[in-house]
Structures are given as structure tokens and as C-alpha cells.
């Protein structure tokens, strides 16, 4: 394989691969023009299987009272938001995921869907209504049994009881198992004495902590019988009815923050607080009266990760959430940068923005990636829902579902701030006020990539999960088969088991298919590469970090950080194969004709986009020679974005987000108002004969 | 060459051409560690030329009254920025740049060394302050004579007079030249009609113009006796003693922006205003009281170009204030990435997130992109400063000038957000709090991408001058040398003449230099490298745009478009280049010894980190082996990260940011409290004996 694929395999030109292409950007465009996208089709399969779910949270947030408004102070955005959650009460909005007999409907998918479509209202309002019922009220319910249901739920859905999710302290955030807090079992008052020893050990970031919250589920390390059983859930009343803090409970409001100031985020500690042992959430870990502790779950480390498990949620809703800001901001910048006029391009008439090249480069690969990061979601949810609604609930199926949650949202979170600020700088000063929304947004956002996870952290536990499916595979493998492996060969034994399905395609005849014509827009070449460029890269870290379990825990530790980086990019690049096979899957639901097409070049932009991006990996490794790179990028320019920008406004249209949910100036069509009074204005005065003479022509004629 | 470098030339490894390295990356650590820098040196030497001016305004923004407080109205945040430049007019801080008669010293480069700093109080103050002294007054003293300077300068400076700038519309607004508002001379009235003829043509994102503006210099369409004459700027008052809006003059707030909320943006128009004909700032172009129009500059382009220049100083100080806010961010996070700790590591502790490499790739090398900022910087201030002072001012040098504000600029500010933006999640959810000041300073800076000339932007000018120098150099060339040059031949003919300095350097034998030993470590080969990079890609792309100059103009432009991405980043690679020599050549300057010794690792992970961020194209052009450029990977992640590591502290140090400058209670040592009262609790809990104990260790203990 190595011999098909070296570097000096230059191959041919693109030129002469592609003879039945045309051959400008602007014949492409041209051609291109004659098709059409079936904007309404697309945006009903944008909406996906909970798409009724989703229209009903848009129509909340469509009006007036749910939304963000500017210039209010810390106080006051913090009561608005906490007088929005009680609409979603009234609204009947905050059920679904929960019991029938709490008045839900046990609908875990279509609840996350709504859920995170508030973003389109004001993230602090996602955010909000996200840690009172997917954290607070959906700790007690997962984590709790139906005793606490029925104490504890009716409170906390009505907004009763407001509560905070008191899991991150001061020094322990991505780390949950080191938390200090600790909730000790007194055997004669039949209590729980949770405390905290020290200032790190204070619970931070809560919202609802600072000043709504009346309870909170407090996450501690369980000690009974002097033995800890590791973190658990403790239900904990901590504000009376007239909001102050009850006798032992302290705490601080976190003040402002870079965004999401609709929420009032704060500090908890606790000394010596008692409550009554059933307050233990205890479904996965029970004491007993004379507190003995009980697990349905033997093994400490697998406990601790099912009960986590159990709050995947926020993953899945911040994937979603950011996906959504994602279409917003491309929405805004496409619609703008099709009106938007600046400077001549070998005419009187100024040039549209989207008609130049970097603005095709800033916006449509992101158009692109946010096309793959919609289809990997609803893929994500789909999963979910299945888990959590028993249809699908196994242990290794909640093991994938945790392992795309680490893969997915980082990736979108991550692509939401990137892209909400291309987006901002494409339309230059008006980006810049908060009428138009995309600072607000990314500000807001911002936090998404360091909560429920950092994604440094979560890309690790990917890293993590791809080598233990690469031992596995190989457990007996000896190790002149590892070695084979690692120097390339990546046949028939695909490693990669951590999909969104399964990974099963056979990689085969690398080279012979590297080799045919139309190479670079090739579905199963791109995947090949996509593939082979994690194999590979897993492989390749399994042979050095093989040493690691002949040495010391510290020698295997500073050989682990050696190769943290490269852990983490080859956690990343996995994430974009799960992106670009959903985006591959969804393509083939889509109905021959026009709307395929555009849908295809789309996918290949962000197939061989993802390839450019990590273009050197490939030309070091042999993949791909100098000459097929450069037709890459040559087939992106020439073909991909002129054929895409043609139907760029189809492509957003197909988000489906009303004025209602833009609801920024420069996406309403005042652009190009004033680019007609302008051109009309200039018309006028030509063909009025009043025109001033140009400076430059009169010197012309002078001479 | 090609022969010397190709691709397959893989050269021996890294292990084998460093024999006299250390091996492991803790050993490296281990030897960096005896090396101490000087840090109170180091920072006297980053202060530079003008560090007396730098410390005066360091000691005004270390005052509470010059800092930005979170939580305020947009209106009360307003008022409180207003107040603050009537202090900087009581501290006599605003005159430096000014004349002796009025209060100067005719300090342009100490001028702006003292204004960019002040970025660490409130970049709204930094902004505003620009607006009226650096833009609104220093219109007036540029573009006007000295009548106009002693009319309008004593109003200006006192800030009896808030001043707007009125050069950007809503329609145009890096396009300075298409601006649509007109200034028709009426030779009755011997006055000139200020008119905005179409929405689009409303003044916009004016400082300033929302509220405290009294006057504005408009620039506009000069029209006298039927002939355009080009944009030129004029004295307009705009508003009365009580604030009202003059006759004819209208306009509207901003409102709300995504930062600098200090500073009353707004927008201006103007209903056929008449100013007297002496209110024309006719340094550049001026019309007699029968209309006649004169200018010392013949040429209108080279004139609108001359006029535009003189503002470069905003540029500038953006580069400056971009620089500093990174110094602060990186000294904000790598203080707490030394203090705070996270996950164990193979003992019982946790480890330091400093020692984990991820840590080390998101923090180090962008310490090394500061390092290099700041030293460009500080030519860039110099170069400045001797155009302005008149010590070197030619058409040569100020175009120089141009060339290199358009290089830095788009290169700082876009650093500055994603060091700020690295800096706020390497912080975690602290870095989200407002009171540790990574939201609302990455907040701030954001509109730098855009504003002073959008980004992408400035970087076409710098391509475009780049293909100017080239075609002047090979004007006479034929096609022939054209195309060998093209080919990859970088011999002693340096086509890029605009450096800092002039690039003449001879890239000599490329190829022995590259087969050397420690070929990855040396100056030399990065200078070669990263020259090589910009030159070749200029030829390749002048052979690309040649036919341009046969092809119609609409063709020509499509051609040119073609070609804009890549005209953009290889005019980023040049800015690049320009940083690395800045660096490369302040290096040269630090006395032998250890400071030395670990600024050279700091140059090297700057010039290596280029080539890596770049790898594909050294790839692909055969400047680099696959096998080299994994050595530099590797030296990078083996030798460099964990050396620099060792210093990190003090290089931050060095930044001479006080605990006033600073002011995020994470950078100030409560985390290594925090860590500290931690860890003595559970070693006191582990003397004692009556630690619980772990559930694992009692399971293994049942067995």
C-alpha cells in the first residue's frame, strides 16, 4: 500500500482527471445555477424525527417575552430569565422527558429537541430551564428512586422549588470523582452530615446558587462506616421561603460573567448540614439504617460512571445548542453578504460580498461543517433517545452513547464560537452591535466549551476509549502484527468501533481507488482517508504508548504526556468521521435530483475541507502526494464554492429560522434596501447629466 | 535544490543529529531549570524605547478612577469613560503627540506608546481616547494647516470640543475612496454644503457621535466646479452648547455593541450643512475663494493614499493594545496553570496543569507569538515614529510603513482574541467570570479585527504590494527567469523588499544547510524556510495573475479572485516573517547568558511553530521531508515545551503587569492558597489516622 500511495506518486492533474468538468469557478457557478434546492423539503429533514417538538419550542420563542434584550443590569436579566422559566410551566414546556404521572411523557429525544431550540431565544434561558429540569430535576430523577420522585419531582418541575445542580467545586471541575465535599452517614440521627473541608472544596459556578435556588442536588464523597464509597447524590434543602440560607449553608453569588448573565450562578459550602439518610438519591448506591452500604453496581469505577452517565443530557443539548447558534450566525452572514456591496471587480458596479473568493472560504466550509454538525445531532439524539427510553439500554450501548457525547460536543461547541465570530467579522462594523446579535450569541456560548466537560478533557476520554477498542482488537495480536499494522497497512481490520454505528466498511485497494479518476470528490475515497487518518493515528499511539505498562505509574504517566496532543487531535479527527458518515447517511435519504446534487458537493466541501485542514498529516504519511493535495484545494475553488454560493441562500433558507428567530437588522433585508437606493440614487444622477466629472477623467481629458 | 530537498530526501533522525540532546522531555525540563532568567532585565528591554512613557501611563490605568467596573448601564458606562479623558486632559496625557505652542512634544512614538497601554485600564478608555486624539485632533493637525490648528487644535485637546471622525458609512467603509457623502462648494456663499444623499450614506460607528460630540471631521466627496476631487476631510460643529443637533444635521445611537460600551458609537447625517470654505482641512487639497482647486499632490491616488496615511497611527497603537492585552492574558493564565492542579499523574498528587503537554501546546507557543508581537511592535512604533518626527520621512518610507501597519495589524488583533479566547478556557469556568477579565477584554478587542481597515482587508494591500515589488524586480526578466523562478529557484534574488528591514540576506545553499546537523534548531534554516515561503509563493502567484494584464477587466477580476484566498495568506505568511526577524533581530541584542539561551527556545518555538502551522505547503513545495517535519513535531514536543515550561513564569514577568494592572483574582495567588490549604487538610487527615477508606483499597483488602 505504501508503494501505491508515496509521495512522489504524483498522479495526474486534476485537469485531465475531471475532463467533463467545466472549466472556471464561473462556468461552475453558472452550471450550477440551473438547479434547485428544495428549501422546504430540506427543512422539514432538517427538523428530523422530533421535528414537531421542535416547532413548538420555535413558536415560544418566537415571542417577545422569551427573548433577550440588551442593556439590562445583572438583576435585572436574572429576574427576566427566572420569570421566563415560569412561562415554560405555563406553557406546559418543561415535562415531556418525565413520568406520566408528573404529567410528562416519558419523551426523552423530543424534549432535548425543544429544550435546546430556546437558544434561539436567549441562551441564558436554554441554560436556565436546562440545570432546573435537565439538571436539578432530572438528577433526582435518574439518580433517585420513586420515593423521591414523588417527594421531590412536583416541586422542582412546578419551579417550586428551584434548585441548583451542586456537582463542580472551586477546584474540581471536569474531575467529579475528586470532589471534597463529603456527605457522612451518622448512624444515631439516621442523617447525612454533608460538609466542606476547605475553600476549594466550595460548590461553584451553580446556577440558581447565587440567589433563586431553594434546594440543590449536592454531589460528596459517601462515607458510612468509615469506608468512602465514592461520589454520590444528596437531595439538600438550602433557602427558606423567604430566600435566606438555612442554618449551615453558606455561599456567594458568582457575579458577572462573560455571558449567560440571565442566570444567577454562585458558590455553596456547607457546615456540617444534616438531612435525613433517605435524601441520599439512591438508586445506584443505598445505606442502610445501621449503614450498610448497598450497590445494584459492584465496581466503584463503573457506578461512578453510570451515575454520570445519567446526565448526558447536557452533552447532548450543548451539541444541539450550538448547532442551532451555528445555522443562526450563517443565516445573518450569508444573507447579509449576498446584499452586502463592496469595492469594483472590473465594473462600475461594486462587487457582491459572497461573490469574492475569501468570503466564499470564510463562510461556506462552515455552512458545510454546519450542515455535517445538524446530521451528527439528530444521529446523537436518536441515540439517546433510545437509551434513555429503554428501547436500546445496554451497557455498551450507553458506553457509544458516552463516547459521541465526548466526541460531538466539544467539536460543535467549539465550531459554534468559531463560527458566530467569522460571522460577526463578516459583516464588519454592523457585526459588532449587539442589534445583530452575534456577539451576544458567542459571548453566551462561550462557556459551552468548558462546561459539562471541558473539551480537552471529554476529547481525552475519547483518545482513552479509542485505544481500549484498539487493545481489545488486538489483544492477541503479537507484536510483529502490531508493528505491520502501525508502518500502514490498513486492511480489512478496522479498529475504529466507536461510531455513530458501527465502522464496518471494509477499507480495501487503497491505492487502486487513489488512483482512478474523479479521486478527490469520490465518497468512499474520502471516507477511506477520513478512516485511515484515525486507524492510523490510533495505531500509531498504541505502539508508543505500549512501554507504558512495563514501567512505573510515573514513567507511564510522563510517557501518556508525551503524547497528550496527539491524543486529543486523533480524538478530534474521529469526532469529524462521526460528523462527516452522518452527514454521508443523511445524504442518501435525500431523493435523486437538485437538492442531492448541491447536498453532495456540500458533504465533499466538508469531506475534503476536513482533509485540507489536515493535509500535512496526509502528505506525511503517505496518503496523498503534493500534486492530489493541490487538486484538492484546486476542486474546492474551481468547483465546490462556485457551484455552492450559487445556492447559499437556499441552504439557510432551509434552517427554517423566521424573522421572529433572527431578529437582527441586517439580516432583514435593509441591506439591500439601501444598496437599491444607492445604485438608483447614482442612476438618477448619470442619466441626469449633473453628475460631477471625475477628477481622473478630466485629467485624462486635459491631456 | 529541488534535488537537495525533495521529498524523499527523509535525512536522519532527530535522535541521531542531536547527539549531544537530552532525551526525555523531563530531562530537558531538568536542564532548563538550572538556566534563570532575568526577568526584571527582560522587562526593562520589552518596555523599550519609549518605557518612561509606557510607565507614566501604567501608573494612570493602575488607578481604580481609569478602570473598567462591571455592571453598569450602557449610559452609566458612557458617563464614567467621558470623565475619565477629562482626567487624562487634568494628568496631562494627551498632548505628546501635539506641537510645543499647544502643550506637546512632538513625541508621535511615545505618544502612542503611552496610549496603547492604557488598554489595561478599559479599552473603551483606550478607544475612546483614540477617537478624539489620535483620529478627531490628529485630523486636524495632520490634514489641516496651522490656521486650522489654531482654531479647532485648543478645543480639541481640551476636550472642550468631543470630536466624532467621520470618515466610515454605513455603506462604505474600508473602501474609504467610494464614501458617498458630498461637500459641494457654493462660490456665493464661499461655503461648503455637507450632504448625505441616500441612507447608505449616513456616517456610521462614529465615537463619539451618539452623544459628546460637538464637532465632527467629515470626510466627503469634494466637488468644485463640477469636478470630484476625491474624498477630502472637513471641520463640521454638530452639535450646540446643550447638546441639540445643529440645523441639518441629524443622526442615531449605536446602541448596545458587543464591547467597548464606553464609548457612544453613532451614526451622522447631513441635509445640504454649510461650513465656511476655510473649514475644508486643506493640507493636501485646496479651493480658492473663486473655486479653484489646488494640491501639492498632482496625482489624485497617491493624494487620497497620502491623506489616508496619516492616520496609520490608529493602526498602529491597534497592534500595540493587541500585543498588551495578550501579554495580560497570558499572564493571567499561565500564573494559575502554574498554581492550579488537575487529575493525578502516577502519584498520589495532582499534577500541575503547567506540566501537562496539552497545557503546554495552548499556552507556550502562543507565549512565543506574544514575544514576537511585542518586538515587531516596538519597530513597527519605532519605523512610526520616524516618519512622524519627519527623521525619515519619504514617499519610500511612509509607503513601508503603510505596507507593514496593513501586515501587523490583522496579525495582532486577530492573536489577541485567540490568545485572550485560550487564555479564558485554559481558566476553566473561572475564565467565564467577569471578575478574572478574559470575556469582556476578548469582548473589547473584537471590533479590532474589523475596524481601522478590516483584516482581510489590509492583508490584500500587503499581497498586492508584495506582487508590486515583484514586478518591479523582474520587470526586465523574461519569461523564461520568470518561470525558473517559479519553479522553486530562491536564490540570492530576495524579490520581498518589504521587511522591517530590507530582506537581503542571501538564501544560499538551501539544500547543505537543510542535510545539517541540528537542522531543525537553526536560525538560519528558519530564516530560509519562512523566506522561502513568502517569496515563492509571490512568484507562483504573479505567474498565476500574468495574464491578468491581457484579459479584460471583468476577466482580469475574475482571475484575480481566483487567487484571493491565497493572495491572503501568503500576505499573512509575509506579516509572519516580519514578526519572526523583529524577533530574531531583538534577540541578536540580549547579552550572552541565560535569558538569552531560553528567548532563543522561545524564537525557535515561534519560527518552528510557523513551519508547523504551515507544514503542508513546505510539504508539497519539497522544502520538507515527511521525516523532517516530523522532527520538528517532535523537538517541539520533546525539547522546546518542556525547556520554555521551566520559564514560563518569569517570561510572563517580564510583562511587568502589577497586581493593579492585572486585577483577576486568579492570577493572584489564591488558587495556590486554595491548592495549599488542600492538600495540608488531607495530610493532616491522613496523619491522623481516621481518613475513611477507599472502597477500592477495601475491596482489594477482602480478596
Redesign the interface.
Known amino acids: 500500500m505504501e508503494d501505491a500511495m ?3 506518486d504524483a498522479g495526474p492533474e486534476l485537469a485531465t482527471e475531471l475532463p467533463d468538468e467545466v472549466s ?3 462556468d461552475a457557478a453558472t452550471d450550477s445555477a440551473k438547479l434547485e434546492v428544495d428549501a422546504a423539503w430540506l427543512g422539514e429533514y432538517l427538523l428530523g424525527r422530533w421535528a414537531e417538538e421542535r416547532k413548538a419550542s420555535r413558536a415560544l420563542a418566537s415571542k417577545p417575552e422569551f427573548q433577550f434584550v ?2 439590562l ?2 438583576a435585572e436579566h436574572r429576574e427576566r430569565v427566572l420569570a421566563q422559566l415560569r412561562l415554560l410551566v405555563e406553557n406546559d414546556a418543561v415535562h415531556r422527558a418525565f413520568p406520566v404521572r408528573f404529567g410528562g411523557g416519558d419523551n426523552h429525544g423530543g424534549n432535548i429537541a425543544a429544550f435546546e431550540e430556546l437558544v434561539l431565544a436567549d441562551p441564558s434561558l436554554q441554560i436556565k430551564s436546562g440545570v432546573q429540569w435537565g439538571l436539578f430535576a432530572a438528577a433526582i430523577l435518574h439518580l433517585g428512586t420513586e420515593e423521591h420522585h414523588e417527594r421531590f419531582l412536583p416541586g422542582a418541575l412546578s419551579l417550586e422549588v428551584p434548585g441548583a445542580f451542586a456537582m ?1 467545586e ?6 467529579v470523582a ?1 470532589a ?1 465535599t463529603t456527605a457522612t452517614f451518622d448512624e444515631d440521627a439516621d442523617e447525612w452530615v454533608i460538609h466542606t ?5 466550595w460548590k ?2 451553580l446556577g440558581n446558587a447565587a440567589l433563586h435556588g431553594k434546594a440543590a442536588v449536592v454531589f460528596a ?1 459517601l ?1 458510612t462506616k ?5 461520589v454520590h447524590a444528596f437531595y439538600v434543602p438550602i433557602r427558606d421561603a423567604d430566600g435566606a440560607f438555612l442554618p449551615g449553608v453558606g455561599g456567594e453569588d ?6 449567560l448573565n440571565g442566570i444567577d450562578n454562585g458558590r455553596l459550602h456547607f457546615d456540617h448540614v444534616r438531612v435525613p439518610r433517605t435524601n441520599l438519591l439512591d438508586r445506584y448506591g443505598h445505606v442502610d439504617p445501621d449503614g450498610e452500604y448497598s450497590s445494584p453496581i459492584a465496581s ?1 469505577g463503573r457506578r461512578f460512571f453510570t451515575m454520570l452517565g445519567t446526565l448526558v443530557q447536557g452533552r447532548v443539548s450543548l451539541d444541539g445548542a450550538s448547532t442551532l447558534a451555528s445555522k443562526l450566525a450563517l443565516h445573518i452572514a450569508i444573507t447579509y453578504g449576498s446584499q452586502r456591496r ?6 462600475s458596479d ?1 462587487e457582491v460580498l459572497l ?4 468570503h466564499q ?2 463562510l461556506l466550509p462552515r455552512l458545510a461543517q454546519t450542515y455535517a454538525m445538524s446530521f451528527a445531532h439528530e444521529e446523537f439524539l436518536d441515540l439517546f433517545d433510545q437509551v434513555f427510553s429503554g428501547a436500546s439500554d445496554t451497557p455498551s450501548s450507553r458506553e457509544d452513547l458516552e463516547t459521541i457525547a465526548a466526541a460531538l460536543k466539544p467539536l460543535s461547541t467549539w465550531a459554534a ?1 468559531d463560527i458566530l ?1 467569522e460571522a ?2 463578516a459583516l ?8 445583530n446579535r ?3 450569541l ?2 453566551d456560548l ?2 459551552y ?3 459539562e466537560g ?3 478533557v471529554l476529547l481525552q476520554l475519547v483518545a482513552k476509549r479509542l485505544l481500549t477498542d484498539y487493545a481489545r482488537k488486538f489483544a492477541k495480536a503479537d507484536a510483529g502484527a502490531l508493528a505491520q499494522y502501525v508502518a500502514g497497512q490498513v486492511g480489512e481490520a478496522a479498529v475504529n468501533r466507536t461510531g455513530l454505528r458501527q465502522l464496518a466498511q471494509t477499507v480495501a485497494d487503497f491505492g487502486s481507488t487513489a488512483r482512478s479518476v474523479g479521486f478527490v470528490r469520490d465518497e468512499d475515497s474520502q471516507r477511506q482517508l477520513l478512516t485511515d487518518r484515525v486507524h492510523t493515528a490510533v495505531a500509531e499511539l498504541a505502539a508508543k504508548l505500549r512501554p507504558a505498562s512495563k514501567l ?7 510517557l ?6 496527539d491524543l ?1 487531535t486523533t480524538a478530534r479527527a474521529h469526532g469529524e468521521l462521526l460528523q462527516w458518515e452522518a452527514f454521508t447517511r443523511a445524504l442518501a435519504q435525500v431523493p435523486e435530483g437538485d437538492t442531492r446534487q448541491v447536498l453532495t458537493w456540500l458533504r465533499d466541501l466538508f469531506g475534503l475541507g476536513l482533509i485540507e485542514k489536515d ?2 498529516w496526509y ?4 496518503r496523498l502526494s ?1 500534486k492530489r ?2 487538486a484538492i484545494t484546486a476542486y474546492i ?2 468547483r465546490l464554492l462556485p457551484r455552492i454560493r450559487e445556492h447559499a441562500l437556499s441552504l439557510v433558507a432551509a434552517f427554517g429560522l423566521t424573522p421572529e428567530l433572527v431578529r437582527a437588522p441586517n439580516a432583514s433585508g435593509n441591506e439591500q ?3 437599491d ?2 445604485r438608483a ?1 447614482y442612476a438618477t444622477l448619470r442619466a441626469s447629466g449633473e453628475a ?5 477623467a ?2 485624462a481629458a486635459k491631456r
Chains 1, 2 share one sequence.
Open positions: 508515496t509521495r512522489t472556471t469557478p464561473r440588551g442593556d443590569s445583572l463542580t472551586t477546584g474540581h471541575g471536569s474531575d475528586s471534597a473541608p476547605f475553600r476549594a472544596a461553584d459556578y464523597q462515607i468509615g469506608v468512602n464509597y465514592g458568582d457575579g458577572l460573567k462573560g455571558g466503584p463592496q469595492f469594483t471587480a472590473g465594473t461594486e461573490d469574492y473568493q475569501r472560504r470564510r464560537l465570530q460577526r467579522e464588519g462594523g454592523s457585526g459588532f452591535l449587539a442589534e452575534l456577539t451576544q458567542r459571548a462561550d462557556v466549551a468548558t462546561f471541558d473539551n480537552n512505573s505509574a510515573v514513567d507511564a504517566a510522563a501518556f504526556n508525551r503524547y497528550q496532543n486529543i493535509l500535512a502528505l506525511v504519511h503517505g503534493g493535495a493541490e475553488d474551481d434596501r439601501r444598496q437606493e444607492a440614487y460631477p466629472v471625475d477628477e481622473k478630466l485629467k
